[in-house]
């Protein structure tokens, strides 16, 4: 899980670009392909309080185990700093274009997650408390390696990772509040190289080992620089928290960089803003589904192949048969006897009549929509500038205007091309109110939040006067017993603290048949301990017995059988005689327990009462029905 700060990147007081694009240059878009590179970098000065090092490299050992489960095609790098030597890494020849400084060691090159590295991991971490000081040891007193050093080795690292890199997120562990003196040249450069960071688009992470931890010395203006933002604005994050998140997951890209498309906000004539949208809820990553042959256990790829067979109309035996591309092929319709042939390039340019966008229609008050809508899933927006130039400007004005007066904007939304325009309502979101609510995993930050409206055919109208017409017969003291149960039983909803007890389950048995790792399936699921809870709620319980008495266990019925062993048949619920008159039918009907009565019965009511004779292929729910009404 990213974290990401509060100042967002739109403010016009200290981020305005101006650019000589063209308003309507929409060749500007950022590339969504790629992959993901992340390098772990541990400082050597842990080493020294080993049961910190132990934590910083059980932290990346999850890092590493939960990348392989979940999407082992990213790429992931550990580097030393801080470091006296520096041995060979796994597969040295990877580091042929790249030279290591004297102070840094890498013991793994940015490379795909696979079960060979990670066991090559498992193993350094086995020894690592007796062998980490010969073959690494420490630089200096207490550190003096330079910090801008070992950032342009991960710098060279992420440019020669041989790919194409969507994200790139440096994450250093380390208990030292500052990497120089404040007054050093060394201080200087390493501030030097935030803003080379901040060019090459990397993200920088600082994970704090301890629990007290000072930003103010270097990294509150360092992280500043790299995020270019307002040092003002900074917040520090509680380092516990940090440790956590890295350790549930796979430190993920800032989700202020991950959109999941561009498009244009039409606000009137001749006036729009460039803007991306993204996910406003994080999404649990899952395990990728893998097929594999029952015989050799190898993996199953599917390829879509296109053939086209000429038939001979004799013999029905196939004469020709070539493979043709998806460009190339056709959709035939027979009308008649002429056939009419469609082109899938015909199909797209009907399929692609408007370009991705957004268009305003008008305002309503926000007191108007519903809190909650369980329509679709919702989405969040920020500017941009590079579609258009000033975007960011005009969007902090529509965004305060909005909320000054709470007011949403009503929108026709096209999210991408080939799908359905919807109408939306942007609401303006406040993000030092939304950053304070920890029950929701959400985008926080100034912007718009995009809720999908439904369509008419989208809502069922429902009764729920009959629906449900179940009176309370509890007594009112009943009633508080139970809210004092409900209050006690409460707990905080943490989306990122609960996990998926499912995928937890099927986490330990992957570790356990790959890697001989066995996990304590008993704190998996992530659920409150139930003695904990019981023991919140004794001081009710015998209230609660008090009110509504002892619960009475109800014995089970057991089917009736004869002398020979085998079921009895049904014994008819309803007294025969008393069906011979019409006030007990009635009350039957009024109490809705005429089902109790056999099919034979029933025909005796229609015949004795009404005179009414039916088909002997009627079946029991229709005499019910036809008693019903000719009762009434």
Request: with cysteine; glycine share 4%; charged share 25%.
């Amino acid at each position: 899980m990213a974290s990401c700060s509060t100042n967002v990147d739109w403010n016009p007081n200290f981020d305005v670009l101006i650019s000589d694009s063209e308003d309507d240059d929409d060749q500007a878009k950022p590339n969504y392909k790629g992959r993901e590179a992340l390098i772990f970098v541990v400082d050597a000065n842990l080493y020294e309080e080993y049961e910190r090092f132990s934590e910083a490299l059980d932290i990346v050992r999850k890092a590493l185990i939960s990348g392989l489960l979940v999407n082992s095609n990213d790429l992931i790098g550990i580097v030393f700093a801080n470091t006296e030597m520096n041995p060979d890494p796994y597969e040295a020849r990877s580091l042929d274009n790249i030279v290591v400084p004297q102070n840094c060691a890498v013991f793994l090159p940015l490379r795909e997650l696979s079960k060979s590295i990670v066991e090559h991991y498992l193993r350094f971490m086995e020894t690592a408390e007796q062998e980490f000081g010969v073959n690494y040891g420490i630089a200096g007193n207490g550190g003096a390696a330079d910090f801008s050093v070992m950032l342009r080795l991960s710098i060279n690292l992420f440019e020669n990772a041989g790919y194409n890199l969507v994200s790139s997120t440096l994450v250093y562990l380390t208990d030292k509040a500052t990497p120089h003196p404040v007054n050093s040249n060394l201080y200087q450069r390493a501030l030097q190289k935030a803003k080379d960071l901040e060019g090459k688009e990397i993200e920088f992470q600082v994970i704090p080992m301890i629990d007290e931890f000072d930003y103010e010395p270097f990294y509150k203006e360092f992280l500043t620089l790299v995020e270019d933002g307002n040092i003002a604005d900074f917040e520090p994050r509680n380092p516990e928290e940090l440790r956590t998140l890295l350790s549930d997951r796979k430190l993920r890209q800032n989700v202020l960089r991950r959109s999941l498309g561009h498009f244009k906000l039409s606000l009137g004539p001749d006036l729009a803003l460039s803007a991306l949208y993204y996910k406003y809820f994080k999404a649990r990553f899952m395990p990728r589904k893998v097929r594999l042959l029952r015989k050799d256990n190898s993996i199953v790829q599917q390829k879509r192949v296109i053939m086209v067979r000429k038939q001979s109309e004799e013999t029905m035996d196939i004469v020709e048969e070539h493979q043709v591309k998806q460009s190339g092929g056709w959709y035939e319709i027979n009308l008649g006897a002429m056939p009419i042939r469609i082109t899938p390039e015909q199909i797209n340019r009907v399929r692609n009549l408007h370009a991705p966008g957004m268009m305003l229609l008008g305002f309503k008050p926000i007191s108007e929509l519903p809190e909650n809508w369980y329509y679709k899933p919702q989405n969040f927006m920020y500017p941009n500038e590079k579609g258009v130039s000033g975007s960011k400007r005009l969007f902090r004005a529509l965004w305060e205007r909005c909320l000054e007066r709470n007011k949403m904007a009503i929108c026709l939304f096209m999210r991408k091309r080939k799908s359905i325009p919807r109408y939306v309502a942007l609401i303006p979101v406040d993000g030092a109110a939304a950053a304070d609510d920890t029950s929701k995993p959400l985008l926080y930050g100034d912007g718009f939040k995009i809720v999908y409206l439904p369509f008419a055919k989208h809502i069922r109208n429902i009764d729920f006067e009959n629906w449900n017409s179940m009176q309370n017969e509890s007594p009112e003291e009943g009633v508080k017993a139970f809210e004092k149960v409900v209050s006690k039983l409460r707990t905080t909803f943490q989306p990122n603290v609960l996990v998926d007890p499912t995928v937890e389950a099927l986490q330990s048995n992957i570790l356990a048949l790959a890697l001989n790792i066995k996990t304590d399936n008993a704190g998996l699921s992530g659920m409150p301990d139930a003695k904990r809870q019981d023991e919140r709620i004794a001081k009710i319980i015998p209230r609660l017995n008090e009110i509504f008495g002892d619960d009475v266990e109800v014995a089970k019925k057991r089917a009736g059988s004869d002398a020979s062993g085998a079921s009895a048949p049904k014994v008819p619920k309803a007294d025969t005689d008393s069906l011979k008159q019409l006030n007990y039918v009635q009350q039957l009907v009024n109490n809705d327990t005429l089902g109790g009565c056999t099919v034979a019965q029933l025909r005796d009511i229609l015949k004795t009462h009404f005179d009414v004779q039916v088909p002997s292929k009627m079946n029991k729910q229709d005499l019910i029905a036809r008693v019903k009404e000719l009762i009434v």
